[in-house]
């Protein structure tokens, strides 16, 4: 059985002007020790679909529909107590930016006791010892679990969010956009970490990014996401070698290749459409550069177009 | 020969490290933080030029110090694009000398030359430079203000500099720089307020309120790492245009090796207040010369999981620029750190006709 399993999960956000359908009926399947990347533009909702998985969302977000299988137990229905135990101790997270995420008033090193003794039936002194543990895997000198967040560098401080993640050792880890706020050179520096602790811990990691080179690097699996729906799934390298929904080429097209020739990248005119009110069919349509009429009308489904690729496009054949 | 418009000789921006009381009474010595320390070079007309490195490194800095958006505290900025009179030349170099701030030969050589030290002028000549030499800021979500209609955004610059006879004449002006920033037809963006547009329109807004004034001279500091990979090369491909039909000169200012790659004529590589590397930019992504240089382009993401490549990762982060190292100022993070690279800052040696480096471990074709 696979460790998460979600099934046409629907995130809805309740606002002024109506329903906004930020998720809109995603699957995927993640098994123990793989990486899967989530792709897409800012508003595709990629952040929500991994936080209605940790069920983190603000008061007006809601699951509308679909499962989320985790290890047994669907989260979507999970409530008070039971929750609690599978948060972090289980799920953890690693919060887009590290700068603002930990709490500026506590010693760093209390604030990865404070989950590791809500979780556990152990004393404070086992807890600094892990804790201790946890600074080392992730690189920084023990010594320092006294000190205060603004004593370390952003670098620094991405890491003490990871070693925060794993404090209670959990089976998944979701990070969103790990690496954003970082320089090239401590990017480089933390998705090495990543793929060794992932490896070393046997971890299964979602890693959202709108950064595809950054999930080229340590994703296993990789899902592109398009207006709260994923338009093509498969392996990382399947998706890079053989992209078939024409958003998917569109992005891989847009980023410029310092390996390649020196040309600018292509652009994907337009912008992403309003989730209150999508636009019928394909909601890719607007963009698309091989729009016909029937992507106007009617929305392509997610078919298998190779063994564990698939792509939602009308104008992709299964290959066999 | 194609005149440079910017010409930066050892700029440098030094801010003062506040001292306690009893500090100041036992005389200890007065700390700085050398955020740029002595950077040299130059930019062509219409040319793109690209000031690369890590956060921290000067490269900001640098950018601002030229608008003098902060002051300089050593060195020399000299413009000498359009919207210069010659009669306001002399008055610039008679101002400066007459304060002592430039002696009579090198103000004269200025005039001569048809350009103006940027770092002496006084306020109103200074504030009249401004117009032809703008700046574009990182944040389009930040950088706007979220109360201002984008017309009034984009109007600010000429009611700040009196600019336009009459509102009237301001609108078309407006409308002509919107309609340039690609923001067509302007009269449906005019209205809007901040949160209305879309990222990379924000970041058009704010390109508009930069070409309202005509500039000749553009720092863009940044100006597409914030947004969607999706739309980068739309403004990236837009400032192009910019170039070539208004003849602008940029500075670039960027952390993302790829985004220069494709983008810039020329590259200089920074590090903690120096430019360590400079060149013609397919030569310096293609053969990078310094260490410095091969780890940042090493680490580059690739967008593809067949390309793997080895990386040469730095162990560490970025020194303080309050505390520089002595001799090189790589030599800590540096894999081939020898004695003399601990001892003796190296000096810029020339590769090739345009490129040079600041390292040890070129021998070089000849010293500068």
Known sequence: MSLLEVKDLKTYFKTQEGTLKAVDGIDFTLDKG??????????????????????????????????????????????????????????????????????????????????ILLHENVDEAVAKKRVQELFSLVGINPNRIREYPHEFSGGMRQRVMIAMALACRPKLVIADEPTTALDVMIQAQILQLMKNLQTELDLAMIIISHDLSVLAETCDLLSIMYAGKIVERSSAVEVFANPQHPYTKGLIAAFPNIKGDRKMPASIAGNPPNLIRPPKGCRFSERCYMVQDICKVSEPPLIEVLPGHYAACHFVQPKR | ????????????????????????????????????????????????????????????????AILRLVEPTGGTVKYAGPGLSPQKIKEAAADAVSKRKM??????????????????????????LRQKMQMIFQDPYESLNPKQSVYDIVAEPLVVNNLGANEAER??????????????????????????????????????????????????????SMLDVSIRSEILKLMLDLRDKKGLTYLFITHDLSVAYVFSDRIGIMYLGKIVELGPTEEVIKGPRHPYTKALISVVPKPDPRMKTDK????????????????????????FAMDVCRKKEPQPLYVTQEHWVSCWLESGVGVQ
């Open chain 2, 312 to 335: 040469i990762i730095l162990k560490g982060e970025r020194p303080d620029p309050a505390h520089i190292p002595p001799g090189c100022r790589f030599h800590p993070r540096c894999p």
């Open chain 2, 171 to 224: 609108e078309s002006r407006v409308k002509k720089a919107l309609d340039d920033a690609g923001l067509r037809p302007p009269k449906d963006f005019m209205w809007r307020y901040p949160h209305e547009v879309s990222g990379g329109q924000r970041q058009r807004v704010g390109i508009a309120g930069a070409l309202v004034l005509e500039p000749s001279f553009l720092v863009a500091d940044e100006p597409v």
């Open chain 2, 1 to 64: 020969m194609v005149k440079d418009v910017i010409s930066v000789n050892n700029l440098e921006v030094w801010f003062s490290v506040r001292r306690g009381f009893m500090e100041s009474l036992t005389s200890k010595e007065q700390n700085w933080v050398k955020a740029v320390d002595g950077v040299t070079f130059n930019i062509k007309e219409r040319e793109i030029f690209c000031l690369v490195g890590e956060s921290g490194c000067g490269k900001t800095t640098t950018g601002k």
């Open chain 1, 34 to 115: 793989q990486a899967m990347g989530l792709a897409g533009e800012s508003g595709c909702g990629k952040t929500t679909a991994a936080l209605s998985i940790m069920k983190l969302l603000p008061a007006n977000g809601y699951i509308a529909g679909g499962s989320i299988n985790f290890m047994g137990q669907d989260m979507s229905k999970v409530t008070g107590d039971k929750l609690r135990a599978i948060r972090w101790r289980d799920i953890s997270i690693i919060f887009q930016g590290a700068m603002n995420a930990l709490n500026p008033v506590k010693r760093v090193g209390d604030q990865i006791t404070e989950p």
């Open chain 2, 103 to 128: 002696t009579r030969e090198m103000a004269n050589k200025d005039v001569k030359e048809g350009r103006v030290e940027v770092r002496y002028l006084h306020k109103s000549l200074m504030k009249a």
